[in-house]
């Protein structure tokens, strides 16, 4: 318009061309222009406000130096020379991780999610898978997010990816999950669809292989420990973690919160009731989690991106899962945690336990036709390997006996080392299977192992109907031993009531056990519940040497 306008100002021949007509012209140019200014000036006060308010960019942790995750901004088209020390890099992520890496692609060391765009985090993934080749590993696209800083109109992603090497000297990565509920809360048949890769009937056809004797067969109900197992491969693909079902939801609880173990909560039935049912429980396990006993932050998994993150954040979250063993409702998210869930301990410190002599803990114990007596449990410290003599007890007497180790085998599959951490079976040959019991451990014959019939345990009474006093008899869990013992004596009390504190010394009822200082500790009678750690070991009369207690068998 402003250009029309002074065009016709100064066209030749034109009959308005009076003074009146231009200075009437000129003063519209004049309006025109103001108005053009103000509003620039008015566009450019806009944007600026627009910056001042603008989100700042997202922004992640700064890089560590120890752990396994890495940030890496563009790995396009590296150098011979650069490409050799982003493996030699990648080697040692792996290592941290115990053979899973976290790369994040389009991240500044500082943690500033800068993003790339499509051909070179193309380029980048491509390098990276590279580099996993080059050290025999998989690399799996865990999620990919765009960045909008609003500065151009190119779309900007970073992509996280994880990076899963087998190690050489072993086939599996152990993670070992405890799944605990109460009566008929599906905890059976959950386990049961997820290491049977088939969905339930609605009638519990998914347990009956987790059924162990005829009575469970018989009620329908699991009462005892078992042990399954689900696989994923380096390419996190469900092949068929550890898991081992186990009151109510506030007890165990309890005991999660007071032992320091990290969670996570599965809602199962959720075809058996409405949207709203299920709401208002989550909503109630909410608010459970955030209570002052608790401080819990929940997070309710919805989708695989809320699966990511909360196997990433799992020990500063507690995830929350609503699913149905029945149509597979959310099955899949929580395949994807348990898939990408770390380990909680790192490689320095099962570095350090297999530095240690070895001690192997006795959790089951078999009779396997052509192989002999065979004994299930976890090194708790040190190596094992095939051929090894060992020592193994203590007795009722409290003496050790030798033995020989044979075959060694961790998820059905031979295995020539065990490492400290390792879940396994051992076969023992002809060794008597009456000499053993649940609860003995399997020691190097250089240590000398201290046994007790008594010993003392700073506790915490988490509930008890009346008083808890000297004579109470209470069932105590440390590591893999598990006996009655009858309290001795309360140090500076007569009786504790739930909530209070004490060092308490107990005495086993039945026979000698190996303790270690420090242990946790849980002791339980009806709905006496308590727990503590060791703080004293009084052995029993020990004036035979080393080589008296061990006997050959």
């Not at 002052?292 to 929350?320: L, S």
């Not at 070895?358 to 051929?387: A, K, M, N, W």
Request: contains cysteine.
């Amino acid at each position: 318009m402003v250009d029309l306008l002074q065009t016709a100002a100064v066209r030749p021949g034109n009959r308005h061309d009076g003074p009146g007509s231009l200075t009437n012209i000129k003063g519209k140019k004049s309006s025109k222009k103001s108005r053009a200014r103000r509003g620039k000036q008015g566009r450019k006060r806009r944007n600026k406000r627009k910056r001042n308010n603008r989100t700042p960019p997202p922004i992640l942790p700064p890089e560590a130096e120890e752990g396994n995750i890495e940030y890496k901004l563009k790995l396009v088209n590296p150098t011979q020379y650069r490409f050799e020390h982003l493996a030699t890099q990648l080697k040692w992520r792996l290592q941290e991780g115990r053979g899973e890496a976290v790369y994040q692609i389009g991240v500044e060391d500082n943690g500033l999610l800068v993003g790339l765009t499509e051909a070179d985090m193309k380029g980048s993934l491509k390098t990276l898978k590279r580099m996993a080749e080059k050290v025999g590993a998989d690399i799996t696209l865990l999620r990919e997010r765009e960045v909008d800083y609003g500065l151009d109109r190119n779309i900007r992603k970073i992509a996280e990816v994880l990076v899963r090497k087998v190690p050489d000297d072993q086939q599996f990565l152990d993670l070992r999950v405890a799944v605990l509920g109460n009566v008929d809360s599906g905890k059976s048949t959950l386990l049961g669809v997820l290491t049977q890769g088939e969905l339930d009937n609605g009638r519990g056809r998914a347990r009956l292989n987790l059924f162990r004797h005829l009575h469970e067969i018989q009620t329908g109900r699991t009462s005892s420990i078992s042990f399954e197992i689900l696989g994923f491969n380096s390419k996190g693909e469900c092949i068929s973690s550890l898991l081992c079902p186990a009151g109510t939801t506030r007890e165990h609880l309890g005991l999660a919160m007071a032992l320091k173990v990290p969670i996570f909560i599965v809602v199962s039935k959720v075809d058996l009731c409405s949207r709203g049912t299920v709401e208002r429980t989550v909503r109630q396990l909410e608010r459970v989690l955030k209570q002052p006993g608790c401080n819990k932050i929940p997070m309710v998994v919805m989708n695989p991106d809320d699966a990511v993150t909360a196997a990433q954040q799992f020990t500063h979250i507690t995830p929350i899962f609503t699913l149905s063993s029945v149509s597979g409702e959310s099955l899949d998210l929580l395949k994807v945690f348990l898939n990408i869930l770390p380990p909680l301990s790192n490689s320095k410190e099962q570095e350090e336990l297999m530095q240690q002599l070895t001690e192997f803990q006795v959790d089951e114990i078999y009779s396997v036709p052509d192989v002999g007596t065979v004994v299930g449990g976890t090194l708790y410290s040190g190596v094992c390997r095939e051929g090894e003599r060992l020592v193994v007890g203590p007795t009722e007497e409290g003496r050790f006996l030798r033995l020989k180790v044979g075959s060694i085998q961790r998820n059905r599959s031979a295995c020539r080392v065990l490492k400290a951490g390792q879940a396994a079976t051992l076969a023992l040959g002809n060794f008597d299977r009456s000499l053993l019991r649940k609860g003995m451990v399997m020691v190097s014959p250089k240590m000398n192992p201290t046994i007790c019939c008594q010993f003392e345990a700073a506790i915490v009474l988490l509930f008890h109907a009346k008083t808890f006093r000297r004579g109470s008899q209470v069932t105590v869990h440390v590591g893999n031993v598990r006996q009655t013992a009858t309290v001795e004596c309360l140090h500076g009390k007569d009786e504790l009531r739930t909530g209070e504190r004490a060092v308490v010394r107990f005495r086993f009822i039945k026979h000698p056990e190996y303790l270690r200082l420090s242990a946790k500790l849980l002791f339980r009678e009806g709905v006496t519940k308590g727990i503590g750690h060791v703080t004293r070991l009084l052995p029993q009369d020990q004036n035979l040497n080393h080589d008296q207690n061990l006997q050959d068998y």
